[in-house]
């Protein structure tokens, strides 16, 4: 089965910088799209940032364009998402996600129904 690790996690001030990993276990990465999702309390679920095996396509949500950037090192089999100017609203368990490689709409990289392997997530806290 295929696995995710996360980590780097942890508690930053507002204007703060952190950067998550995700080493993907039991799935040839190189063939892998992946994406960061986050999840704040009592919230839905949303998209962050993708990239697709190629490292061609990475779409973010718009509200972490320009601090937000997502990464691989294929030679690691690891994703990462390194996170600056870090706001309150930032605020969220954040979960690494990875499905097999497929050229489809950039659209479909945003839908977390698109991937079938789940990290455990990773709480960042951003305080003000």
């Known amino acids: 089965q295929v696995q995710l690790v996360e980590s780097g996690g942890g508690l930053v001030q507002a204007g703060g910088s952190l950067r998550l990993s995700c080493a993907v276990l039991?799935?040839?990465?190189?063939?892998?799209?992946m994406g960061w999702f986050r999840q704040a309390p009592g919230k839905e679920r949303e998209f962050v940032a993708a990239?697709?095996?190629?490292?061609?396509?990475?779409p973010y949500a718009e509200s972490v364009k320009g601090r937000f950037t997502i990464s691989r090192d294929n030679a690691k089999n690891t994703v990462y998402l390194q996170m600056n100017s870090l706001k309150p609203e930032d605020t969220a368990v954040y979960y690494c996600?990875?499905?097999?490689?497929?050229?489809?709409?950039?659209?479909?990289?945003?839908?977390?129904?698109?991937?079938?392997?789940w990290g455990q997530g990773t709480q960042v806290t951003v305080s003000s």
């Open positions: 996600a990875t499905r097999v490689g497929r050229w489809e709409r950039e659209a479909m990289l945003r839908d977390s129904n698109q991937y079938d392997g």
């Open positions: 039991g799935r040839t990465f190189d063939n892998s799209d």
């Open positions: 990239i697709r095996w190629t490292a061609g396509s990475t």
